[in-house]
Structures are given as C-alpha cells and as structure tokens.
C-alpha cells in the first residue's frame, strides 16, 4: 500500500473540508454573534485544515492512480479525521460557555460523527434551565447553543449525505483516475451505476442534483411560513435523510400541515436511489417530448425498478399497519387526519433514517412501535442518502430464500436470480449474505456492550440505542425515543456509538478492511 499517495489525497481532501466553515462564519456574521467566539469554533478549525492539508498534499505528493485498497483506506481515514475536526466547534463552544450543554470531548465527537454520518443522534438536552445562556432563542424552541454552530450541525448532514469525498472528486482531477474506487468505498447501496464515462462527471451530476432538491426545499420552506434559517438547516437534514432540527421538537415544534408534506416528500425521494432520480429529472426536463410521453417514461422507469416498487410498497403497507393500529387501540382523542399525517412522516422518517419526528411515538400501540422498530432494519434504497440494510438487500435476500425452497423440490433445476429483467452474478449473492451476518453481529455485539457499559438500560433499550446508531437513525424507542437524547450516557459509550455508526455509514466492511493485516499488503 502507498502511504504517501493516501497521505497526500487525504491532505487534499482534508483541506477542501477546511473550506466548509466558510458558511457558518458568514451565517455567524450576518446573526451578529461575536466575532471572537466564531473565530473560536470556526476560524481555528478552518486554518487547521488548510495548512494541514497543504503540507500533506504537497509533501507526498505522487502522481499515480489510487487503487482499490488504497480507496478503501482513503475513505476511512479521511472520515475520522473529518470527524474529528468538525468536532472542535461544540467542544469549543462548550470551553467558551457559549451554549450550556456538557459535551466533553467524548460528546462532541458523537455529536460530530452523527452529523457527519446523518444518524441524527445527538447528546444536547437541557438540565436546568437556570444555566440557559440564551434565553430568548431558548423560548422560542431552538437549543440553547450558537445558531452558527446549529447550522453547522445541519451542515455536516448534508456534506455527509452525498458524501464529502464524492465532491472532492469532482473539483480535484488527480483522483479522477481512481474516481470509481472511491466512489464505491464511500457511497451507500451495492455500489453506484455510471452515468457518464468518467466518474467525475457522474459525482457532478449527482452533486448538481443533490443541491437542486436542496434548493428548492429551501424556497418551498420559506413560503410555508419558515424563517430562512430554518429552512436552509432542516433543508440540509432532510435531503441528506440526516435529521438534526435546530429545534428542540424537531419538525413537531413548527406544528404545520404544510411543512409536514414538504418534508415528507423530500424524506421520501431523498431515499430512492439518486441515480434513478437523474433519470427521472432528465424525463422531466426534456422539451423534445410531449407531457403525456414524459409522464409514460417516467411511469415506464418507475415499473421496471423492481428495488423502487418494493421501497414504495413497504411505506404503504408499513404505514396501513400502523394507521390500523392507532385507529383501533390508540386512546388518545386524535382525528383520523392527524393520525394519518403522524403516521405517514414517522414512517417514511425512519424507514429512510432521517429521525424526524412530529409527535411521540413512543406512546403509540406496542404493535406500531415493533413495525417502527422494524422498518429501522431496512433503510431505503441503495445508492440514496439512507442508513439500514437497503431494501435491494433485503430484496436479495428474499429471492436467495425462494430460490433454495425451490431445489429443495426441484434439486435439478437451473434458477437464475434477476432483478428486472437484469440476471445477477452469483457473487452478488454471496457479498449480500456476508453483509447481513455481519450486520447481525456488529448489531448483537453493539448491544451487548451498551447494556454492559449501561447496566441501567433495559434489553429494548440496548436494541435500539445499538440499532439505532448503526442503521443511522437516530432516535429509536425506550430510552432514545423521540422526546428522549442520548445526553447522560458515560464516555466510552458515547464513543462506542459514535463507532457503530461510523460501520454503519461506510457499509462496514470499508471500516473493517482497516484491521485486516492484507490490506496493507502488496
């Protein structure tokens, strides 16, 4: 493995990161928060990474093309040290009393490592509202810490979403060679389809994409009667499926029936595959075609993507469920169109993992926390923003089953597995089935060590909390449910969660190839 070719990449990406404190400064300006504790969280952080990233991209510098393990090793190591960086700010903010939460070190990298990794976990929670700093944001619903540094929060979702080394790819052409290997290191799913010949056009498109949804929840928000502010930061959670809300009550505090449709709709398109929805978008935009064969196209695509129908039907039927249930057993005095609306944005909120939420489901019927709980497991579709399993997974899964049952009857028979019209490699079917042991046991162990470490949770609470962090939800059932944080738990906890969702966020087996003693060699 070539060190100094990794070093010299991570220095350039590194340094690109460096420039994304730009925007909380600017915000932090224009708010008119002290020029003095914006240099403290912000400015600090932000010269680190360039001169840091200057030294290493020019001191090792080397012209070659990065392979597949190299990639693998880039994507991990940029990531901690991202993590790590954006981190500063809260612990900053913390020194220099600017907020009132206790992070510590431990939490700030938590607090970072959700952003980054769009978990939506966070460990802010208000003790004793005598420590209030700032009283008048506090009243008004927001979390008592700099509006700068809530930005900052959203902000990492959103970077994180796509995916900060897919951006790279497109500004710094030295990675170009080796686009295909990062990209598939470090994009959700079973990898990523090429759009264009080369893969720095492909991350431009996605990336152009992913800013237009972006864009145009902003506008859409603002009209719904938000603050720009607010707009822009739930904007940025949303499309990256993140969930951090500079709100207290997440989208629940806005109590509007038309911000609950606009983030709904952008929770549920920002967990289809992105691919799918250039193709989509590219439909749509073609003024060589009539509307009528716009629209055939678009319902033609739509039907032959058998991973969309099924992302489709679980939200419905997983919704229908629920609906059922808080109809016929929840006591609470709730209209049907309430719960209806409820039902809907907390399920497609936490089958794609952003951890929104709009009332407590907590206190919803056993039987609609258990599909809840389920629908964790299996996140949206692959090559989206989205945590969990993938629903191609699973997909997979099921096709592998019928397939066995069906030479158990028939021993002699040949059946190919396809999706669509689309015949997969059986080696497909292998990764899928290793993925999904590891999975299980990354999920068993991580449990198991919480309720070690916690020896005041329950056996559901361990569940979730492990779960919940690595499927990158956020927010779960029991001790982390929605009007719950994760404020409270000791510091190896905090980091042993900040762990399973870094697994989570890079698919696992990018993060693990770092303690395999053959990655390292030629």
């Known amino acids: 493995m070539r060190f100094s070719l990794i070093l010299s990449l991570t220095g350039t990406l590194i340094a690109f990161f460096g420039l994304s404190f730009l925007f909380p400064i600017i915000t932090g300006l224009i708010l008119g928060e002290n020029i003095i504790d914006i240099s403290l969280m912000f400015v600090i952080p932000m010269f680190f990474c360039l001169i840091f990233g200057y030294i290493f991209s020019s001191y090792f510098h080397i012209e070659e093309d990065i392979r597949n393990r190299e990639a693998f090793a880039l994507v991990s190591i940029a990531w901690i040290i991202m ?238 469920l629920i609906l059922l249930n808080l109809v016929l057993e929840f006591n609470e005095n709730r209209t049907f169109n ?25 206190l919803w019927p056993k039987m609609s926390i258990f599909v809840l709980l389920l629908i964790m497991f299996m996140g949206g579709c692959a090559g989206s923003t989205t945590g969990g399993m993938k629903t191609v997974r699973i997909m997979l899964l099921f096709k592998a089953l019928k397939r066995e049952l069906l030479l158990v009857i028939h021993p002699r028979a040949i059946i190919k597995l396809r999706i669509g019209k689309k015949v997969l490699d059986e080696s497909l079917f292998r990764n899928v089935g290793v993925f999904f042991f590891i999975f299980i046991i990354i999920f068993l162990f991580g449990s198991l060590t919480t309720l070690y470490l916690e020896p005041s949770l329950t056996l559901i609470d361990g569940i979730s909390i492990s779960l919940s962090c690595l499927a990158n939800i956020g927010p779960g059932v029991g001790a982390i449910g929605p009007s719950s944080t994760y404020y409270g738990f000791s510091d190896p906890t905090v980091l042993v969660l900040s762990f399973l969702m870094m697994l989570g966020r890079l698919e696992i087996i990018t993060v693990l190839l770092l303690f395999f003693p053959d990655t390292y060699r030629d």
């Open 338 to 362: 309430s719960n209806f609306s409820h039902t809907i944005f907390q399920t497609v909120s936490l089958l794609t993992g952003t951890g929104f939420t709009t009332t407590n489901y907590a």
């Open 83 to 320: 993590v790590l960086v954006s981190a500063f700010p809260y612990y900053a903010a913390e020194r220099g009393e600017l907020m009132s939460y206790q992070v510590g070190i431990a939490g700030a990298i938590f607090e970072s490592m959700s952003g980054l990794t769009t978990t939506g976990a966070t460990i802010l929670e208000i003790t004793d509202e005598n420590q209030v700093i700032n009283n008048e944001q506090y009243s008004e619903g927001y979390f008592d810490a700099p509006k700068s540094l809530l930005l900052w929060r959203s902000q990492t979702q959103w970077l994180g979403g796509m995916g900060i080394i897919v951006l790279a790819t497109i500004i710094f052409s030295r990675l170009f060679g080796g686009g295909i290997q990062v990209l598939q290191a470090e994009m959700p799913g079973t990898g990523i389809t090429r759009l264009k010949p080369q893969m720095a056009q492909t991350a431009r498109l996605l990336w152009t994409l992913y800013f237009f949804l972006t864009l145009t929840e902003i506008v859409l928000l603002y009209f719904a009667g938000l603050p720009l502010y607010d707009s822009i930061c739930n904007s940025f959670s949303t499309v990256s499926t993140g969930g951090f809300s500079p709100k207290i009550d997440s989208i629940g505090s806005y109590d509007s029936a038309y911000v609950d449709i606009i983030v709904t709709f952008f929770m549920l398109i920002s967990g289809v595959n992105f691919v799918i929805l250039y193709y989509i978008f590219n439909h749509i935009k073609d003024n060589s075609k009539s509307i009528q064969s716009r629209i055939r196209n678009i319902y033609l695509l739509v039907r032959d993507n058998e991973e969309l129908k099924v992302y489709l039907f679980l939200i419905v039927s997983c919704s229908s």
